[in-house]
């Protein structure tokens, strides 16, 4: 029976069952590693995470809270909205939050720019990886899924980098049964994502069952837009039209967020998830495919940037 045409019981089993699962993941990296942190960007995987892991382990209210730190690979030119969302998250839930920024690390000059209008995007794994040292965490909880795109379809639930925070798709460890290898060797470390099977629709699905607050950027508002190479470019100091674009303003979300130098919106009048939901079981292209101008220089592009310490 196909997930868009579940009834809603069956459809309230299959969200339990993944958040089930995503609970099972976060308490299984509590236990099985000394210095484990989860990536949080005030995006929405992140909150449906924080989400699961409210529930894995409490909140300060009921005398509980996450242990272990939350973690933020800054470029600097995130979009405001997103980043307070995130501050005021992890203030309420009175978890420790970890900013490391791209610019310290072209300050140091471990990041160089090709030329002054360069993404920092492609850059954030040079800050990734100088964190994990900086902190030597062991494992590096993150949001992704594997129905974004093919790079991520290949990823293990717990994937492991070698000690130069690479990663390799034939090294990649079993996971018969649910049963996770966490064995590392000095400097290595795992990738966890507990959010593996889920796709968009659950997400959205999810967000509407539990009345997760997002950025208000997920939802339709008016922005100034040019179209350029199928995509709609939003208009800032950072992305300018270019000579001979028509600026439209139009009624527009984000499907996902990022940096704002290749993170684009699409259409929309949806003002509510419910409403989300019924425009992703329309959609036909994904959302880093919809959205990513990072990702469209190729099919190999994600992963390449994974292989090089991505995550």
């Known amino acids: 029976m196909s997930q868009h045409h579940r009834p809603d019981h069956l ?6 069952a993944l958040e089930e699962e995503t609970i099972f993941i976060l308490r299984e990296v509590a236990a099985a590693f000394e210095r484990p942190t989860l990536l949080f960007s005030g995006g929405k995987d992140s909150l449906v995470m924080l989400k699961c892991a409210e529930k894995a382990f409490g909140t ?14 800054d470029t600097g030119h995130n979009f405001p909205e997103v980043t307070d969302f995130r501050d005021f998250r992890a203030k309420e839930l009175g978890a420790e939050l970890i900013v490391r920024r791209v610019e310290d690390s072209m300050a140091r000059g471990t990041v160089r720019l090709a030329h002054p209008g360069e993404s920092r995007n492609v850059h954030q794994s040079v800050t990734l990886l100088e964190a994990i040292d900086e902190f030597r965490f062991d494992a590096l909880i993150g949001g992704a899924r594997r129905d974004e795109e093919k790079a991520r379809a290949k ?9 130069f925070g690479q990663w390799q ?26 959010i593996s099977n889920w796709t968009e629709l659950d997400v959205w699905q999810y967000i ?9 950027l997920y939802y339709s508002h008016q922005r100034a837009v040019v179209e ?14 270019k000579e001979g674009e028509t600026v439209e303003l139009r ?15 699409v259409e929309s009048l949806a003002t509510t998830p419910d409403q989300i939901v019924l425009e ?11 959205t990513r101008m990072d990702d469209k220089t190729s099919e190999a592009s994600m992963e390449k940037r994974k292989k090089d310490g991505y995550f």
């Open 11 to 16: 459809s309230r089993a299959h969200l339990d």
């Open 208 to 216: 509407a069952r539990e009345q997760i607050a997002l950025p208000a």
């Open 251 to 265: 009624d527009v979300r984000f499907r996902t967020v990022g940096d704002i130098t290749c993170t684009c919106p």
């Open 155 to 163: 990823e293990r639930i717990f994937s492991h980098r070698d000690s």
């Open 60 to 73: 300060p209210a009921v005398g509980g809270k996450i242990p272990y730190p939350l973690l933020m690979i």
């Open 280 to 290: 992703t079981l329309a959609a036909d292209i994904s959302e880093r495919g919809a």
């Open 169 to 194: 798709p034939k090294d990649q460890r079993p996971e018969l049964w649910t049963l996770f290898n966490t064995k590392l060797h000095p400097g290595e470390h795992f990738r966890v994502f507990p």
């Open 228 to 241: 350029r190479r199928g995509l709609l470019v939003p208009v800032t100091e950072l992305t300018p039209a």
